[in-house]
């Protein structure tokens, strides 16, 4: 008996990835003269910041036409209040691998005739057949944030992002505890 398989494996992989959380400011005493020169310094530009400095800049415009690089040296640039935490925040990715194998197999006329016995003569006709299978594997991750960001460790904070925890965690009608990995 003669005949052919062909099979083909194909592998797909796609990942998806996003972010999600939600900020919250620790404002101290907003009445007092302090917080109202602090806050009219950065509104009017006195106190330059890299966004700033960039803006001013000659052909920034048509830098920020192709490239976003205003809105990222504008969100590294501090802001009136700077003192911005995140609570709440997870990176999540979903990575979902497929693979699949299609197969065909064909084959020829089969006849083998019997000598003298015309019962046990076997023919089978030709002809093809096709099989597909599908393996699919996803793979769920999420990673949660520091109340400062990605990637930072408890003894990596600076004395005054650990205060701003120490306020936002007094100022907090109930009791929030952050985790921090």
Same mark, same amino acid.
């Given at each position: 008996?003669?005949?052919?398989?062909?099979? +083909?494996?194909?592998?797909?992989?796609?990942?998806? $990835?996003?972010?999600?959380?939600?900020?919250?400011?620790?404002?101290?005493?907003?009445?007092?003269?302090?917080?109202?020169? +602090?806050?009219?310094?950065?509104?009017?530009?006195? +106190?330059?910041?890299?966004?700033?400095?960039?803006? $001013?800049?000659?052909?920034?415009?048509?830098?920020?036409?192709?490239?976003?690089?205003?809105?990222?040296?504008?969100?590294?640039?501090?802001?009136?209040v700077d003192n911005e935490t995140l609570t709440n925040a997870y990176s999540m990715r979903t990575v979902e691998d497929l693979e699949t194998v299609d197969i065909r197999v064909s084959w020829d006329d089969y006849d083998q005739p019997s000598s003298g016995f015309p019962e046990l003569a076997v023919f089978i006709p030709g002809g093809s057949d096709t099989y597909s299978a599908s393996f699919r594997k996803t793979n769920k991750l999420r990673?949660?944030?520091?109340?400062?960001?990605?990637?930072?460790?408890?003894?990596?904070?600076?004395?005054?992002?650990?205060?701003?925890l120490a306020a936002l965690s007094t100022h907090h009608k109930g009791r929030r505890y952050y985790t921090i990995y």
């Open positions: 008996m003669t005949g052919s398989c062909h099979f +083909k494996l194909t592998s797909v992989t796609s990942t998806t $990835v996003w972010n999600c959380g939600t900020f919250r400011y620790y404002v101290p005493d907003i009445g007092s003269p302090r917080w109202t020169q +602090k806050a009219t310094a950065a509104l009017f530009g006195i +106190k330059p910041t890299p966004s700033l400095l960039y803006s $001013v800049l000659p052909w920034s415009w048509l830098v920020d036409w192709f490239a976003n690089v205003g809105d990222i040296l504008d969100n590294m640039s501090s802001n009136a990673y949660q944030a520091s109340p400062f960001g990605f990637g930072l460790k408890f003894g990596d904070f600076t004395r005054r992002q650990l205060a701003i």
